[in-house]
């Protein structure tokens, strides 16, 4: 919107040159993986109750300052939980969730804007139940009159929040065993070569090239705040990790801005793809814990 599984504390650790010699270093560290989905509360934070203070001092250290830190949250919450989510949204969340035909799409839209929210909190020393998050003109989430930058995906059971103090950042999450043309989407949307490139590979290959590139373009037409109406055909770098300029067909990118690409497997048959416009980024992958949850 490729598969290996996580241990328990995973860490990958990639040096980049960008061709004028400095060498770039990207980390992604990902903590209690088999926690995520994981039943009761046993080794899940501090006991049931409100928390009082939301300056981020619960928060993990990979919430410094110095990285981008992507949260990973479960979009399927049992009840205690789903209420207090649902205590923080506003008015207009409440409504939106209202209109969801059936109750796992709106239990699970209550469980992502409540979390984002208890994230935000965390990132701006607001409580979450005050914060306003606006939408830009092609609906990309901000905070209005915060430095603070983020960006959302999810599938059907979790959700990624990319965070960021200063840099437009864009993220995306594809379960890649979903049914998908993969070869009439990529001739429509991708540039020739990476068609061509498809095209001619091995078949079980070709599903996780068709997400690792897929991953990249969203995530970086949300960066630019776009959506679908952005460039998705100007080709990507293939490399997981890479320094990427566009070319002269993104009118979006007007000001030769370089933007960083990484690519990663944020639990088994998911791939995700996080692009920024930080210079020498950092990246940190967290499972979402707040107070009472």
Known sequence: MLSNGLDNSLVFRHGLCCGSGCRRTYLLSCNNHNRLFGAGRRGRGPPPGPPTRYDGSWLPSAGSLTLITVWRAPLDLPADLLSRCAALLSAEENARAARYRTSELRDRYVAGRGQLRLMLAAATGQPPERLVIAAGERQKPYLPGSDVQFNLAHTDRVMLCAIDRIHPLGVDLEDTRREVEILPIAEQYFAPAEFALLRDAPPDEQRRLFFHLWTRKEAYLKALGVGLFGPLTIPFPLE??????????????????????????????????????????????????APGF
């Open 240 to 289: 997981d990790q890479a320094v990427f300029r566009p070319n002269d067909g993104d009118e979006f990118n007007s000001d030769d801005t370089h933007w960083s690409i990484v690519s990663f497997t944020p639990l088994p048959d998911h791939l995700a793809a996080l692009v920024t416009r930080a210079p020498d980024p950092r990246f940190t992958l967290q499972e979402f814990t």
